[in-house]
């Protein structure tokens, strides 16, 4: 399968999480698609640090069974992300501030 829209029959897709979400001592409230078809599951936090020991590739059917919500976001275009301030909060879908296509 592609970088297209995952799903859950797209299990196998490769997808970075944080530390935070892959140890899910936090959940999912940030979700970005990349130009380039990348998909990020994060914690929204700003106490990452920018490198590969903060980052991991994980299948994306892990994030959708660790956050089942995440699903309701998987339309989201090339160049957008969608984020919530809680587990509870509507997901609020934006164009990336870095991708000015």
Do not use: K
Not at 4 to 24: F, G, I, K, N, T
Not at 57 to 62: E, I, L, P, R
């Amino acid at each position: 399968m592609s970088a297209e829209a995952p799903s859950a029959q797209a299990a196998d897709l490769a997808s970075y999480v944080c530390s935070h979400v892959l140890d899910r001592s936090r959940p999912v409230l940030l979700v970005i698609r990349e130009y380039d078809g990348d998909w990020i599951a994060a914690c929204g936090g700003d106490d990452h640090e920018q490198s590969s020991e903060s980052w991991f590739v994980v299948g994306w059917g892990h994030v959708l069974e660790w956050n089942p919500a995440v699903g309701d976001i998987e339309t989201l275009e090339r160049g957008e992300e969608a984020e919530r301030s809680a587990v509870t909060a509507p997901w609020v879908v934006s164009r990336l501030s870095w991708c000015n296509l």
